[in-house]
């Protein structure tokens, strides 16, 4: 028996806000969309932690037995700069302004992208189709929606007509929303607009004379709307009907609230059974943003090159931090929040080395069996990570008190305890033992605080040439100290 016929997985479906029983359409078989990301500048933190949580999601389906078709998008063209159909292409905007071509501006930040992703550990989606690679299937999903009724030409482009599918169906159902409130919360058309109505959205746009990305199409030259690539995608690779649709909380609306309604006019079919939304990330308690300075990267965050940070923390650590909060809910990140995970996810890990040097024999009263079922059954509840990683502490006390010669376990029971820990540390939350690399990193560390160490016995002697050859030689070689209050702290560029 699949180990998801034994566990009944209940999840939150933003769509009808209640938890509910996971049912495959097609168990084994599960389909999972996830909205990815806009290749035009380096990867947010926060759009990590979303893809992430949903590498977990992943990963865990994968544990229970399923076989997951999991389709992430590059969004490569499409996307304005504002949500009202107005403004610059993202990527046609970089291009414009680094005088390249658009696809070196997606070559870049796809690489780099992958690159990062590649360093949470977090497993490729199975898919990752882009929309430049879909115009075909978009254009013609753009002709079955006017075929429906629920969309319409003007001088070149075509637009999704909101009210018209609202008769019968509820635009802002997933986001909460009345089409009352939103018309009453959009300014009134200023006579220039050749929308219909100002809640209507482009599903094909037409390109103007300096837009740089576009295609012919039925409606002339131009470019397809930024929501509509994942309607189509994902009715492509996983059907018209598919199982759970991902992304983060921001996406709700207009984005996937259109997609909803794309794919009804489209298909007549509901497409996604469950909607699940990933929560947003905080920095010190206030919204990351680039205009507030109130920001951090993830190379920021790896190396400790930021004014944030007291140094830099391995992706391992990251992720553990990431999953000590549940993906739904809100978090928030701090040096000291940092430090205190990298204590946690050691005293795991090295919780992990000691199990497997366990041997059976003598009486304990930890009851594995017992321990097991709260470790699914907290994943089992929504993948309530913080309550699993509360488990596997559970089991680290444990160990750490047992008798390395008679742990008190049976046989049956520690190999069923390695097994488990095993399989929910690397395979269900996706960390990874430090490696070599960081083995490095720890000596790279070690011979860093005896250079810091020299150079104050020379500051304090008043041997300034000897100082500051130290600081010189190693700013040569890229790596930068940082005197503060505390001491001195160094950087590698
Ligand atoms: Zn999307």
Redesign the pocket.
């Known amino acids: 028996m699949a180990l998801y016929e034994e566990n009944e997985l209940y999840l939150y479906n933003s769509l009808t806000r209640k938890k509910e029983k996971f049912e495959a359409l097609n168990a084994p078989l599960v389909g999972m969309y996830v909205?990815?990301p806009t290749v035009y500048s380096d990867v947010h933190l926060g759009n990590c932690r979303t893809f992430i949580s949903f590498d977990m999601v992943y990963r865990y389906l994968t544990h229970l037995g399923y076989k997951v078709r999991y389709v992430r998008?590059i969004?490569d063209a499409g996307h304005l700069e504002n949500d009202a159909d107005e403004g610059e292409d993202k990527i046609g905007k970089k291009a414009r302004l680094e005088e390249l071509e658009p696809m070196e501006i997606v070559q870049r930040y796809t690489l780099g992208f992958r690159e990062v992703m590649g360093k949470f550990n977090a497993i490729p989606p199975s898919i990752e189709p882009t929309a430049t690679g879909h115009i075909i299937e978009q254009i013609e999903t753009v002709k079955k929606i006017m075929e429906a009724g629920m969309a319409y030409e003007v001088n070149g482009s075509v637009y999704f007509d909101v009210e018209q599918y609202n008769t019968d169906n509820h635009y802002g159902k997933l986001s909460g929303r009345k089409i009352e409130e939103l018309q009453s919360g959009t300014r009134e058309l200023d006579g220039q607009s050749e929308k219909r109505n100002p809640l209507d959205f482009a599903i094909w746009k037409k390109a103007s004379p300096a837009h740089i990305m576009r295609w012919n199409s039925p409606w002339g030259e131009g470019f397809p709307g930024w929501?509509l690539?994942?309607s189509v995608m994902s009715t492509k690779y996983l059907g018209e009907q598919f199982d759970i649709h991902g992304?983060g909380m921001d996406?709700k609306f207009p984005?996937?609230e259109c997609?909803i309604a794309q794919n009804k006019a489209a298909n007549g079919d509901e497409a996604v059974r469950y909607w699940m939304h990933g929560n947003m990330l905080t920095l010190n308690g206030q919204r990351m943003s680039k205009s507030t300075g109130n920001t951090l990267n993830p190379g920021e965050l790896f190396t400790g090159n930021t004014d944030k940070l007291t140094k830099g923390f391995a992706p391992s650590v990251v992720r553990f931090f990431m999953m000590q909060a549940h993906y739904a809910s809100q978090f928030d990140f701090s040096n000291e929040a940092l430090l205190a995970a990298e204590k946690g996810f050691n005293r795991l890990m090295e919780g992990w080395q000691k199990l497997q040097q366990l041997r059976s024999g003598g009486t304990s009263d930890f009851n594995v069996t017992q321990w097991k079922q709260a470790c699914y059954a907290a994943m089992n509840d929504d993948f309530n990570t913080p309550i699993l990683i509360a488990h596997l502490f559970e089991a680290v006390r444990f160990v750490n008190a047992a008798d390395p010669n008679a742990s008190g376990l049976s046989d049956v029971d520690l190999d069923s305890l390695q097994t488990s820990m095993h399989a929910f540390i690397f395979d269900v939350l996706g960390l990874e033992e430090a490696n070599e690399q960081e083995g490095q990193h720890n000596k790279l560390d070690g011979v860093m605080e005896l250079l810091i160490k020299l150079r104050k016995a020379a500051r304090d002697d008043k041997n300034w040439a000897l100082s500051d050859k130290i600081r010189d030689e190693l700013d040569a070689l890229g790596i930068q100290l940082k005197d503060g209050k505390d001491g001195t702290t160094y950087s590698i560029n």
Do not use: A, F, P
Request: charge should be negative; charged fraction near 15%.
């Open positions: 909205c990815g998008n969004t929501h690539e994942c992304g996406l984005h996937h997609e």
